[in-house]
């Protein structure tokens, strides 16, 4: 609480139309109050203003030279009475704004103990470099043109010419990190992601039918092997891009804008103390994902919280489990 200080004497100093006296003030002053006071004096129409000067700080009160004894007291009195509503406006303003600065602390405190790819953190992470999609892109155009072209919708070079413009036009857009955000960028993504999505279900679905009912692959143990694995690592490569583009709004938005909570939740996010300060996850990270969950048809590591997510994870297990349980019994029939 501000008030005048009685160890310290009070200054007069004389004026041309009377004399201004310096009334010191006990405790360390703010700017900020010293204009809460000088505002409410002005609105009172009172001749008093606020002064500091490195450790001290005064109160200025203008006393007329005709003044009299009663009417000077009053114009002390009053100025010492308003140090008290000072106090009383300037308190409430402060404690909002401290208030809002813990408020501010404390949410972003959690949110690097949820995940380290907030805050500060984020902010001085490097964007994500485009080549490890752009390589396992190659890998996936160069498969339909191995399989058989029966496991292609339409002739056997559109798909991989589709994904390799999709690819150009990406690299062309951004050539090295993804660190931001573009509305082609993004709809070439998610046409892409369409593109091998919709191939990987037409080649499992021609694979599935094929070991049911009989097809020419089915009768050759090498064959049956090399277009199982080739279907089988496809899949795995359209559902990694469809991770990576959907989780959290795609890489640009994991980046810019973390989200507070993930979708996808890697062990880093879920432990932050596992990694180092803002981490976020990659496209080699969605890579593993897919590959772990075609393996184990289950999550491992990587923990699915939204329905979409825990809808594409099992779609992905059971067309791997179908996939893989359906050929490694076929193989095993024919070299019987």
């Not at 559109?158 to 955000?181: K, M």
Request: charged share 20%.
């Amino acid at each position: 609480m501000t008030d005048i200080d009685p160890r310290a004497d009070i200054e007069v100093h004389p004026a041309d139309a009377g004399v201004t006296v310096r009334i010191p003030l006990a405790g360390p002053v703010t700017s900020g109050w010293l204009q809460c006071y000088e505002q409410l004096a002005l609105e009172r129409d009172m001749p008093v203003q606020g002064l500091a000067d490195d450790d001290r700080a005064w109160v200025v009160v203008g006393v007329p030279a005709n003044g009299d004894p009663a009417g000077v007291t009053a114009v002390l009195d009053a100025a010492r009475a308003l140090i008290a509503d000072a106090d009383a406006q300037w308190a409430p303003a402060m404690s909002m704004a401290e208030a809002s600065v813990r408020d501010w602390w404390a949410a972003r405190r959690d949110g690097a103990s949820r995940g380290p790819g907030s805050g500060t953190a984020a902010a001085s992470a490097r964007a994500e470099k485009r080549w490890p999609m752009a390589f396992t892109l190659l890998l996936a155009v160069a498969v339909p043109l191995v399989l058989p072209p029966r496991f292609s919708f339409g002739p056997p070079w559109a798909v991989p010419v589709a994904e390799a413009v999709l690819l150009v036009a990406l690299v062309a857009i951004d050539r090295g990190r993804i660190d931001r955000r573009s509305a082609a960028g993004r709809a070439l993504s998610l046409a892409l992601m369409a593109v091998l999505v919709a191939s990987a279900a037409v080649a499992a679905s021609r694979l599935v039918v094929d070991l049911v009912q009989g097809g020419p692959e089915t009768n050759s143990p090498t064959d049956l092997l090399k277009t199982g694995f080739l279907v089988w690592f496809y899949t795995i490569i359209a559902f990694t891009f469809l991770y990576w583009l959907l989780d959290s709004g795609g890489p640009e938005s994991r980046f810019l804008a973390p989200r507070e909570f993930p979708e996808l939740a890697f062990p880093p996010q879920l432990n932050p103390g596992v990694a180092p300060p803002g981490w976020r996850p990659e496209f080699f990270d969605y890579l593993y994902l897919g590959f772990t969950d075609a393996t184990a048809f289950s999550p491992t590591d990587v923990m699915p919280l939204t329905r979409w997510a825990k809808l594409a994870m099992t779609v992905q297990a059971v067309s791997s489990l179908m996939i893989l349980g359906l050929v490694i019994a076929r193989a095993v029939n024919i070299l019987k």
